[in-house]
T-cell receptor, first 114, second 112 residues
Framework: DTAVSQTPKYLVTQMGNDKSIKCEQN?????MYWYKQDSKKFLKIMFSYNNKELIINETVPNRFSPKSPDKAHLNLHINSLELGDSAVYFC?????????????FGQGTRLTVV | SQQGEEDPQALSIQEGENATMNCSYKTSINNLQWYRQNSGRGLVHLILIRSNEREKHSGRLRVTLDTSKKSSSLLITASRAADTASYFCATLLIQGAQKLVFGQGTRLTINP
């Protein structure tokens, strides 16, 4: 059983389109994250959710809208895609308020905007 | 803002040698974690050290934490070709919001 799963794994789309990436975790965690990894492998936190509530928005453009229908899912919708959005997007989950446990990551979604 | 910086950015050594990677961070933390990322894959957790711990071991991994210097190091002993990957440190801060922030990563290459 995959703990954190993302779909799709690859996404190629044209500039200006709207696309969504889905994330699901079966670990019972309260906290979920979205990260963006650029071509230089730099991992930047985008959003953090706790129990379906947005906790952190790291100055991400409004074109990015996360949605958490329940605490096991955190989807990422991107409007009006731009070339600079090309990156690998990772979803992760972790138990909240725990100092002694790690985060679990999905396998990533490689988004290519052409 | 980026919390951690890692040094070196790239490291190439011979199989069997030890590899040391360093991480520095800026704010107070609850714990520091190290992750590995193989090419084209997701991140895998390696080891976690709490802010009140100074050293931790797990198999061939040894992590140190110096909160006064806001720095950590990851030592991989007796390296193997399979250790070739990117290694990231990440700091966890729980202060209202729970935030896991990554360093820039070290690309480690083990030459057979």
């Amino acid at each position: 059983d995959t703990a954190v799963s993302q779909t799709p794994k690859y996404l190629v789309t044209q500039m200006g389109n709207d696309k969504s990436i889905k994330c699901e975790q079966n670990l019972g965690h309260d906290t979920m994250y979205w990260y963006k990894q650029d071509s230089k492998k730099f991992l930047k936190i985008m959003f953090s959710y706790n129990n379906k509530e947005l906790i952190i928005n790291e100055t991400v453009p409004n074109r990015f809208s996360p949605k958490s229908p329940d605490k096991a899912h955190l989807n990422l919708h991107i409007n009006s895609l731009e070339l600079g959005d090309s990156a690998v997007y990772f979803c992760a989950s972790a138990p909240s308020g725990r100092w002694d446990t790690e985060a679990f990551f999905g396998q990533g979604t490689r988004l290519t905007v052409v | 803002s980026q919390q951690g910086e890692e040094d070196p950015q790239a490291l190439s050594i011979q199989e069997g040698e030890n590899a040391t990677m360093n991480c520095s961070y800026k704010t107070s933390i609850n714990n520091l974690q190290w992750y590995r990322q193989n090419s084209g894959r997701g991140l895998v957790h390696l080891i976690l050290i709490r802010s009140n711990e100074r050293e931790k071991h797990s198999g061939r991994l040894r992590v140190t934490l110096d909160t006064s210097k806001k720095s950590s190091s990851l030592l991989i002993t007796a390296s193997r070709a399979a250790d070739t990957a990117s290694y990231f440190c990440a700091t966890l801060l729980i202060q209202g919001a729970q935030k896991l922030v990554f360093g820039q990563g070290t690309r480690l290459t083990i030459n057979p």
